[in-house]
């Protein structure tokens, strides 16, 4: 939700357009209300108000419309709930997504956001001037998240006093550049995303190790006491586990796997094998940690020099019974390659969160094939995950409005290097 809203009765949500048209219309008034709404209070308007047809209104700009052409003076006393105060930047909300919008950035979120903030308008900036406030030289901070606003140049020239830019997601290089080129702070929760990926990529590695997904698929295949044996279990104790990439979602699992008695390794060619043994983690080569370790997760970022890292040959020498996981982007493996593998290698297990085309195409032999585990793309933050990335721009947003140092900010220096 953005906002509470301040309305009081007697005007009601569900009052009939016949009823409204005699009533005085006051411009400034709706105005007011519009700013005082919420978007689910928006939207409502499409399952209480007739006979208007909101279905077919594509965007918020079309709600708000509508809201003040019912709106009347009995919102005269309304209190609104981002009446601007003292030393508060002046900000706006940004993106192209109503749901992606509304579902990140909850009713908690919007009520601290309102006292961080003087929200100028709850009508998200979808890249258009209609949807900028008519104050919109003074906005200093912009809030969004998926579906973030690929800013032209002209639309930026309307800021100039832009100042920081907080996106509650992960990856910002589709949108980021213009912005650092003019000397905006970014600022990404990417470290909240990787929370939730983090502790996926956890419960698949103390699986595999297990050979959980094996014993499943031989269960499945074999009913009864041919299918109900043990297989050589690896477990958690004095085993390999082989990490691609020491990003945000690398260390996060490996300080996760802190907890149990078995070896890191890792492969990452921006980070220095001394400062990869100084994090008290094994420094390897890929092909050293396709070859030694019971379980391999991919964490890379896809870059051009990434796609296609990890090919047919790398996972051909893993381990008997080992795990390969990805929770990267399809990309960076060389799917056919993978294919004819997995067709040979029957006692490896491929757990695939993410693929090369999401979803994979009809007659995709990854739906056939017993030893791959197929989620449609879900390590990352769903559900009630998704307003951690809220709380924790607001975190460090109330960090940057005191001055004081941020954990978030997106680096220019290493733009290059970002998924």
């Known amino acids: 939700m953005w906002g509470s809203l301040g309305h009081q009765?007697?005007?009601?949500?569900?009052?009939?357009?016949?009823?409204?048209?005699?009533?005085?219309?006051?411009?400034?008034?709706?105005?007011?209300?519009?700013?005082?709404?919420?978007?689910?209070?928006?939207?409502?308007?499409?399952?209480?108000?007739k006979p208007v047809n909101f279905d077919r209104m594509d965007s918020v700009m079309d709600l708000a419309s509508t809201a003040q052409a019912i709106c009347t003076t009995d919102l005269a006393n309304a209190p609104?709930?981002?009446?601007?105060?003292?030393?508060r930047p002046k900000a706006i909300l940004a993106g192209t997504s109503l749901k992606n919008l509304n579902s990140v950035w909850g009713e908690e979120q919007m009520a601290r956001l309102n006292?961080?903030?003087?929200?100028?308008?709850?009508?998200?900036?979808?890249?258009?001037p209609a949807t900028l406030p008519d104050d919109v030289g003074e906005v200093e901070v912009i809030f969004s998240t998926w579906g973030m606003v690929r800013a032209r140049p002209e639309m930026l020239d309307l800021m100039p006093a832009l100042k920081a830019v907080f996106f509650a997601a992960g990856s910002v290089k589709?949108?980021?550049?213009?912005?650092?080129?003019?000397?905006?702070?970014?600022?990404s929760a990417w470290a909240a995303n990787a929370v939730p990926v983090a502790e996926f990529t956890l419960s698949q590695i103390l699986f595999g190790l297990k050979q959980g997904w094996l014993h499943h698929r031989l269960m499945k295949e074999k009913a009864g006491p041919d299918g109900w044996k043990h297989q050589p279990i690896t477990g958690a104790y004095l085993s390999s586990v082989g990490l691609i990439s020491l990003g945000m979602i690398g260390r996060r699992v490996c300080r996760l796997l802190e907890a149990f008695e078995l070896r890191r390794v890792v492969y990452d060619p921006f980070i220095p094998a001394e400062e990869i043994i100084g994090l008290g983690l094994e420094a390897a080569s890929l092909e050293e940690i396709f070859a030694s370790c019971d379980v391999?997760?991919?964490?890379s970022p896809s870059l051009p020099s990434t796609n296609g890292l990890i090919t047919g040959?790398?996972?051909?020498?893993?381990?008997?019974?080992?795990?390969f996981i990805n929770t990267a982007r399809g990309a960076i493996v060389r799917e056919e390659e993978m294919i004819e593998?997995?067709?040979?290698?029957?006692?490896?297990?491929?757990?695939?969160?993410?693929?090369?085309?999401?979803?994979?195409?009809?007659?995709?032999?990854?739906y056939e094939l017993p030893n791959v585990v197929l989620t449609p793309h879900i390590a990352g933050s769903l559900g009630p995950e998704v307003r951690r990335m809220a709380d924790w721009m607001l975190e460090e947003c109330s960090l940057w409005i005191e001055g004081k140092p941020t954990r978030y900010e997106v680096v220019p220096e290493r733009f290059d290097l970002l998924a």
């Open 9 to 49: 009765q007697p005007f009601s949500h569900q009052t009939k357009y016949g009823e409204l048209r005699n009533r005085r219309f006051d411009h400034n008034m709706a105005n007011n209300y519009v700013k005082s709404m919420t978007i689910n209070q928006q939207l409502k308007y499409k399952k209480t108000t």
């Open 80 to 87: 609104l709930s981002n009446q601007p105060g003292r030393n």
């Open 115 to 128: 006292e961080l903030v003087d929200l100028l308008t709850p009508v998200p900036w979808d890249g258009t």
């Open 174 to 187: 589709e949108f980021a550049e213009p912005f650092l080129d003019r000397g905006v702070r970014i600022f």
């Open 296 to 299: 391999v997760s991919l964490h």
């Open 313 to 323: 040959e790398l996972l051909a020498s893993m381990k008997p019974r080992s795990t």
């Open 341 to 366: 593998v997995l067709r040979l290698r029957t006692d490896l297990t491929a757990v695939l969160d993410v693929t090369q085309d999401e979803p994979p195409p009809a007659g995709s032999p990854l």
